[in-house]
């Protein structure tokens, strides 16, 4: 065994292979990169390269096989009453699979595509977002998967639950269902998290899979925001100093809200992406307006209308809408506009009671993040979030 290490340990040194070093500081430590060399991923290039090759020519000389594997997936109504119905379809879908080696769908179209494929029928399952997924949602993928592989952040929005969480209670009551399964909180992302191996105590009750700490997408005073209220500091900035310098400013307006829609909010929004656009059409395509309320997004989109800034694709306003439609995305400027007045507290409350909202929305914008909103009023609600928010900004413009 010693002549083994001795040999490997000589095999390492000559190699100039990185490994983990736990000497280095926390950040360092974060995004050092061990064990893999220039000449390893050069490599590992090359070996992709000459795999697609294989794949090409290999799917060439059976180019009969994968126009019939088509055809009967095209055609599964008539082939599933055959006899090995099940197993010309799973075959298939291994030819087409093969040929196309990522497939992306929805949960929600999940079950009409695989309808015919059984258990263990899929060979790899990546589920992004997963924090947003509700668990029965991706029952059926899961079980037609050997392994999967799931992304999300719990610390981010929960899963949009249609059923009310009282009925959900008793159904998983009646059945015998433990809560972390079967509740409001409950997501995909949870429930992979509980069963993994690898992960992070985050704290008494909640433990995290594999945590990825380094953020590159958001500079300062965002990062630090999201740092803050969502991940206890552990978070490491991805850039460097100088490129993730950001720009962040809470405006105060007020004025009295109607369905939690103020007007003067409005207006000065209006005012100031007009300017913005008027020293630089291009940016444009760079800012994102969400709010927490579905109204107050619904009547800035008429309002931001009025200077041809609201985009629609397919029916839907796409540069504008609630925090829940823009999990996932990313604009270079973010105006987040709260809404809300002394006699809708409770809707004010609702918005920072929890961090995951702040987190999402500080979270989608790369270099500027505004927040528009009755300052007096947010920080009188005795959240931390919003406390935290308004002092983080504060301090980073002084």
Known sequence: MEQEIALLEKL????GIEELDFSLSYDELQKSNPWFTKRFRILQSELFISALKVRK??????????RAARIIWNKQSEYIGKENGYQLISESWQWLNFAIPVVSTTFASFGRMFKNLNENS???LFIDEAGQALPQASVGAIFRSKKVMVVGDPSQIKPVLTLDSNVLTLIGRYYKVDEKFVSADASTQTIVDAASQYGFQKNEDEWIGIPLWVHRRSNYPMFTISNEISYDGLMVQGKSEDESQGKSQWYDSTGKANDKFVKEQADLLKSLIDKRLQENPDLAEEIYVISPFRNVAYKLAQVLDEINFTKHENGKTTNIGTVHTFQGKEAKIVYFVLGADTNSSGA???????PNMMNVAATRA???????GDKKLYASLGSEVANKTISIIEDYNR
Do not use: H
């Open 348 to 354: 004010a409350r609702w918005a920072v009671s929890d």
């Open 57 to 66: 020519q290999f799917l060439y000389v059976n180019r009969k096989n994968l």
């Open 12 to 15: 390492k040194f000559q190699s």
């Open 366 to 372: 790369k270099e500027e993040f505004y927040v528009i």
């Open 122 to 124: 899929i060979g790899n």
